[in-house]
């Protein structure tokens, strides 16, 4: 069988010489010639496939995994993604029935970044993996990408499997979003976008850091995922919608200044179920632990698109315990004429035994009227009552965290002693019964700091 992904390497000399069919051409968006010295992948592959194990590979344009093949990504790859074209950022799509796996350390990650000399956000589109497991729109293709049976997803295989992935992390991505976009028109494909991906799968060890949108997305499916990382991105870094009822445990979101004004508002989490608010099933409802969302040091005085720590709207559930969510100007958690009533009435959603700041304590808690935005006294006493314990923080220095802001070097999310969330977590009910580690501690991190510097988690 013809294999129709273009792949060489040249064993006899030291340095590896490009196969691309249209020789040595540099897209003109790409300024490094990285091409020409590593094996290029194009186009579609549609047989098994293993990279070679700390090789780098330039991937070129959309490259999609098809025909139930398997790609497999070895420790230490390091994979260099450029366009085919200025109108088609590079990326990689793994088909329904296709699979992925990336087997890196925390050493030796896998890495995806931009082939530029000078990277910026938005230099390739990022990782696409599609299933078949449910959706609210019981079918779909994924916005970014042309609409054919390659981007198809949905179905009814709550268990499918897209593969594993652990200690990956992605770069300077998220190109095929416009600015200012409306994220129910235009919600192009960001970071790390897993669209009805199905629980077999494995998602573990993953950052995304400097994407020009979002840094994770999850448009319907069950996967659940631990140990992701969002950092400096341009919009949402944990994006639910169409559906999505997996569950995550020990993730970050994390920022050191508000992002461009490429996004309308930029969240840690954001939420949603489907366009009108009309509630098609499977509600949009992710079940989360041990979360830590920050944002950058300091009250904000002059408004920017930095927005809500956790903004729950658009008629979704959600369950979200054993969390810090702090230094976001306009709100810790703010839900909507829509998402309110659902969560003060216990129809589907609870936020509980979480540790909450906001830059203003007063909207630690807050209420998206449409016209505007206003602090929410009822929800902050229903929020804070005896049932679901949670916190209000007045300052950062009160949650004690060990070096949330270091000058020059990684930051440290690990809790001293004395603080709060040392306790208090709470893994009580059906919701929590399974996947879940069971931990005392509240945030991503406890007392041993998981997301410390690596090669895989870099705070550059």
Same mark, same amino acid.
């Given at each position: 069988?013809?294999?129709?992904?273009?792949?060489?390497?040249?064993?006899?000399?030291?340095?590896?010489?490009?196969?691309?069919?249209?020789?040595?051409?540099?897209?003109?968006?790409?300024?490094?010639?990285?091409?020409?010295?590593?094996?290029?992948?194009?186009?579609?592959?549609?047989?098994?496939?293993?990279?070679?194990?700390?090789?780098?590979?330039?991937?070129?344009?959309?490259?999609?995994?098809?025909?139930?093949?398997?790609?497999?990504?070895?420790?230490?790859?390091?994979?260099?993604?450029?366009?085919?074209?200025?109108?088609?950022?590079?990326?990689?799509?793994?088909?329904?029935?296709?699979?992925?796996?990336?087997?890196?350390?925390?050493?030796?990650?896998?890495?995806?970044?931009?082939?530029?000399?000078?990277?910026?956000?938005?230099?390739?589109?990022?990782?696409?993996?599609?299933?078949?497991?449910?959706?609210?729109?019981?079918?779909?293709?994924?916005?970014?990408?042309?609409?054919?049976?390659?981007?198809?997803?949905?179905?009814?295989?709550?268990?499918?499997?897209?593969?594993?992935?652990?200690?990956?992390?992605?770069?300077?991505?998220?190109?095929?979003?416009?600015?200012?976009?409306?994220?129910?028109?235009?919600?192009?494909?960001?970071?790390?976008?897993?669209?009805?991906?199905?629980?077999?799968?494995?998602?573990?060890?993953?950052?995304?850091?400097?994407?020009?949108?979002?840094?994770?997305?999850?448009?319907?499916?069950?996967?659940?995922?631990?140990?992701?990382?969002?950092?400096?991105?341009?919009?949402?870094?944990?994006?639910?919608?169409?559906?999505?009822?997996?569950?995550?445990?020990?993730?970050?979101?994390?920022?050191?200044?508000?992002?461009?004004?490429?996004?309308?508002?930029?969240?840690?989490?954001?939420?949603?179920?489907?366009?009108?608010?009309?509630?098609?099933?499977?509600?949009?409802?992710?079940?989360?632990?041990?979360?830590?969302?920050?944002?950058?040091?300091?009250?904000?005085?002059?408004?920017?698109?930095?927005?809500?720590?956790?903004?729950?709207?658009?008629?979704?559930?959600?369950?979200?315990?054993?969390?810090?969510?702090?230094?976001?100007?306009?709100?810790?958690? +703010?839900?909507?004429?829509?998402?309110?009533?659902?969560?003060? $009435?216990?129809?589907?959603?609870?936020? +509980?035994?979480?540790?909450?700041?906001?830059?203003?304590?007063?909207?630690?808690?807050?209420?998206?009227?449409?016209?505007?935005?206003?602090?929410?006294?009822?929800?902050?006493?229903?929020?804070? $009552?005896?049932?679901?314990?949670?916190?209000?923080?007045?300052?950062?220095?009160?949650?004690?965290?060990?070096?949330?802001?270091?000058?020059?070097?990684?930051?440290?999310?690990?809790?001293?002693? =004395?603080?709060?969330?040392?306790? =208090?977590?709470?893994?009580? =009910?059906?919701?929590?019964?399974?996947?879940?580690?069971?931990?005392?501690?509240?945030?991503?991190?406890?007392?041993?700091?998981?997301?410390?510097?690596?090669?895989?988690?870099?705070?550059?």
């Amino acid at each position: 069988m013809r294999r129709i992904y273009f792949l060489c390497a040249s064993l006899a000399l030291l340095s590896l010489a490009s196969c691309d069919d249209e020789g040595s051409h540099i897209s003109p968006d790409i300024t490094d010639p990285s091409e020409q010295k590593a094996d290029t992948i194009k186009g579609a592959i549609t047989e098994n496939l293993v990279l070679k194990e700390n090789a780098t590979y330039y991937l070129k344009g959309q490259v999609y995994v098809k025909n139930n093949a398997t790609l497999t990504i070895p420790a230490g790859v390091t994979v260099l993604v450029g366009a085919k074209s200025t109108a088609e950022k590079g990326g990689l799509v793994v088909k329904q029935g296709a699979k992925l796996f990336v087997n890196g350390t925390a050493q030796k990650p896998v890495v995806f970044t931009s082939a530029a000399t000078a990277k910026t956000p938005g230099d390739w589109a990022g990782i696409v993996l599609l299933g078949k497991a449910p959706t609210n729109l019981v079918t779909g293709n994924v916005p970014g990408l042309p609409v054919s049976d390659d981007t198809k997803f949905g179905g009814d295989v709550a268990g499918d499997n897209s593969g594993a992935i652990n200690y990956l992390r992605l770069e300077y991505c998220g190109g095929l979003n416009p600015d200012a976009e409306d994220e129910w028109e235009t919600d192009m494909a960001s970071g790390l976008s897993l669209f009805s991906v199905g629980s077999a799968t494995k998602v573990e060890h993953v950052m995304v850091r400097n994407s020009r949108d979002d840094a994770f997305q999850f448009v319907g499916g069950t996967v659940n995922a631990k140990y992701l990382i969002g950092y400096n991105n341009g919009d949402d870094d944990f994006d639910f919608d169409r559906g999505y009822t997996g569950k995550l445990q020990y993730i970050i979101s994390y920022r050191t200044a508000a992002p461009s004004a490429h996004a309308l508002r930029a969240n840690g989490m954001e939420s949603l179920n489907d366009k009108d608010a009309l509630g098609p099933v499977p509600h949009t409802r992710p079940v989360i632990s041990n979360m830590t969302i920050l944002g950058p040091q300091g009250a904000e005085t002059t408004k920017t698109n930095l927005n809500q720590g956790v903004y729950i709207r658009k008629a979704t559930r959600f369950a979200v315990r054993n969390s810090i969510v702090a230094e976001y100007p306009q709100g810790g958690l +703010m839900v909507c004429m829509k998402t309110r009533p659902i969560l003060l $009435n216990g129809q589907g959603s609870e936020f +509980m035994f979480n540790l909450v700041h906001s830059d203003n304590s007063a909207r630690a808690f807050t209420w998206d009227l449409n016209t505007e935005v206003v602090a929410d006294e009822e929800l902050t006493n229903f929020a804070t $009552n005896s049932t679901n314990q949670n916190t209000v923080i007045q300052s950062l220095a009160d949650l004690k965290l060990k070096a949330p802001y270091a000058a020059s070097a990684a930051p440290d999310f690990s809790l001293q002693g =004395g603080a709060a969330a040392l306790t =208090g977590a709470n893994f009580s =009910g059906p919701d929590y019964s399974t996947f879940f580690t069971t931990v005392a501690f509240r945030g991503a991190v406890g007392t041993d700091n998981w997301a410390a510097a690596s090669n895989w988690a870099s705070w550059k």
